[in-house]
């Protein structure tokens, strides 16, 4: 899922932390663990992570049923999480984009500010994102109108740089629950803008496992997507 201010400030202020894993939501971003998982929306993906350290890790995910797939790293610090990340992407009619960016998670919490208990995370970044968006031959939006189409759609090059604004919050509840939710809006060059919401909630079987139940929208210029799904992940340190 991708939506992404330049991280750049934040590594700048930011020193050098070893934080206790186990002090943190199994739902934390910031929280560097080696797992594994597979989820089932519309599609089945499978994912993990790679603790390198007490501070980095490698990130990845791919799906078993399309082109989609994303890889990267963190690495984390006193005042937030630091992320690179690149992927693919598909929508409808064939369109698809292939992003690359670099952002941070900031717990709020580093400033004591956790209303009613929510853990709430400042999320930015920078993105460079191209692709191909499919675009509507009598729409008055679509600038190619001689390219070959056998049902009225045409896909259109495009590229853009900008940056994304958000926030990503957990809060606890009662028998292990995790309610958690997170929404961003981005924008780029040549009018490009997009956004993404999400609200979900996990429960922790055991030390270890855990489930959860999501849905999300997510809408851009490349194309739009939602879905309900359900997945699982099992945590080896």
Not at 142 to 164: E, H, K, Q
């Amino acid at each position: 899922m991708t939506i992404k201010l330049t991280a750049g400030l934040i590594v700048v202020i930011a020193s050098y932390s070893a934080v206790a894993k186990d002090n943190k939501l199994s739902e934390d971003p910031t929280k560097v663990v080696t797992q594994l998982g597979a989820s089932y929306s519309d599609e089945i993906k499978v994912s993990g992570s790679l603790s390198l350290d007490a501070v980095r890790k490698l990130n990845a995910s791919i799906s078993l049923e399309s082109e989609e797939w994303r890889f990267g790293g963190s690495w984390l610090f006193d005042i937030g999480i630091v992320n690179f990340n690149f992927g693919k992407q598909s929508f409808d009619r064939g369109a698809e984009k292939t992003s690359y960016s670099v952002g941070t998670f900031m717990p709020l919490s580093y400033f004591d500010i956790a209303p009613m208990g929510w853990q709430i995370f400042a999320m930015g970044g920078y993105s460079h994102t191209e692709g191909d968006i499919a675009c509507e031959l009598d729409s008055n939006a679509c600038p190619i109108i001689d390219m070959p189409s056998t049902d009225g759609w045409v896909l259109v090059p495009n590229a853009t740089n900008g940056g994304y604004l958000g926030a990503f919050a957990l809060k606890p509840l009662a028998g292990d629950w995790t309610l958690i939710t997170a929404a961003a809006y981005s924008m780029g060059s040549d009018d490009y803008s997009g956004y993404f919401a999400a609200l979900g909630a996990s429960y922790q079987i055991d030390k270890q496992q855990k489930v959860k139940l999501f849905g999300a929208t997510q809408n851009s210029d490349y194309g739009s997507d939602q879905n309900l799904g359900v997945g699982y992940t099992y945590q080896l340190n």
